[in-house]
């Protein structure tokens, strides 16, 4: 005999007990809902290509103003991107090509970065794109296709069939070098942006902060920057000698008859994570500062974006455990625009003073601001 679980016979009694709407509600049409779900979803998917296009522009120009910085992680690159709904998430493809206006049978470029070697050679979003080097460009994987070979090509010029109105024609376009490191933009409404060994990738939340492309140059700077200076490697270092040192503990502790279960590993691999985590990241503000006045950016003002982080973010006004507190990168960033300015008067090189940077007195400052 099948026995009912008792949740769900709790279900059906709250079901049961729970009142219905008393207005009677319109009848909905499902074809004049789904019509205008789909008009929402074209509308959110122009909106996004915009924005990743406004991101898409500004991270070309850091990449090739900072390429020396980026070491052994660099590629060619000609500041466009193509794509079919194919090449697309599956997510979007039912509407892809009404949103963006591009075609199933051959890829068209969606974004091409003002200044950059696509747009000197004269191409324009909206151009087809049907083969490189005389190799047909595939409709799937089509802006990695393009990337790899753009990469593998190096700065010798290539050639691109394109189409524009039912016009022919090639197009001769001259890579530049830049930072290699992919830049992604992500829909999540959390302020927030983040590097890893892989990539950056810049929430669409940041937006909301980030209102002129200067402001948003500081962010994606700040994220090259601790990709650049080795960030990510230090403190996995210092999380493991945490550990290590932990592990130690746990081990004397272990000889005298008593288990941690790795207890003191743990949290001394998490302090140790922690122990230069302000101190990078205030270095990664005042580099990622010098990686946009580079790209020619002027970062007078730019310091307001953490006023209104911190209207988003009221915390981080106060405390602030792993970042700086807001009121100390508002100051820092001011500080080194002046040094900045200085340097461009004297008709110096926009080189960070990385020997002066003053990351190690960071924890003490934020201890002085918590009080």
């Known amino acids: 005999m099948r026995i009912v679980r008792p949740f769900c016979v709790a279900t059906l009694l709250l079901c049961a007990a729970c009142a219905p709407p008393e207005s009677k509600l319109p009848e909905l049409s ?15 998917l122009r909106k996004y290509y915009g924005e990743r296009h406004r991101v898409d522009s500004i991270a070309f120009r850091l990449r090739t103003a900072n390429v020396g ?16 709904p194919r090449s697309l998430p599956r997510r979007y493809q039912s509407y892809t090509s009404e949103a963006l206006n591009i075609g199933w049978t051959r890829p068209t470029a969606i974004s091409v970065v003002e200044g950059s070697p696509a747009a000197q050679a004269g191409l324009i979003a909206g151009d087809e794109i049907t083969a490189l080097n005389g190799e047909l460009i595939p409709i799937w994987g ?11 090509n190096g700065t010798d010029p290539v050639r691109l069939d394109t189409r524009r109105d039912g016009v022919d024609r090639t197009v001769t376009v001259t890579p530049v070098m830049g930072c290699s490191i992919p830049v992604e933009y992500h829909v999540d409404e959390a302020v927030n942006a983040s590097a890893s060994d892989f990539r950056i990738v810049i929430n669409s939340g940041f937006l909301s902060v980030a209102r002129a492309d200067a402001d ?5 700077g700040h994220e090259m920057a601790h990709s650049t200076l080795g960030h990510l490697d230090k403190e996995r270092w210092n999380t493991l000698l945490g550990a290590s040192a932990g592990a130690a503990i746990d081990v004397g502790i272990y000889a005298g008859g008593i288990s941690t279960g790795g207890a003191f590993r743990r949290q001394f691999g998490r302090l140790g994570a922690l122990a230069y985590s ?7 503000d005042y580099v990622g500062t010098y990686y946009a006045a580079r790209a020619g950016y002027d970062t007078r003002g730019t310091e307001e974006i953490w006023r209104r982080v911190a209207f988003v973010h009221p915390h981080s006004i106060l405390s602030g455990r792993t970042h700086p507190i807001a009121a ?3 100051v820092q960033i001011q500080k080194t625009t002046a040094e900045i300015e200085e340097k461009k008067r004297r008709g110096l090189p926009l080189e960070p003073e990385l020997r002066t940077a003053d990351t190690e007195t960071a924890p003490a400052i934020e201890a002085a601001a918590r009080h």
């Open 30 to 44: 499902k074809d004049v809902v789904a019509a205008e779900q789909r008009s929402q979803q074209i509308a959110q």
């Open 142 to 152: 089509t802006a990695n296709w393009m990337w790899r070979k753009i990469a593998e």
């Open 328 to 330: 100390v990168r508002f």
């Open 69 to 84: 910085a980026c070491k052994d992680r660099i590629a060619a690159q000609i500041g466009l991107t193509a794509a079919t």
């Open 278 to 284: 302000v101190g990078f990241e205030r270095e990664a």
């Open 216 to 220: 948003l140059a500081m962010v994606i």
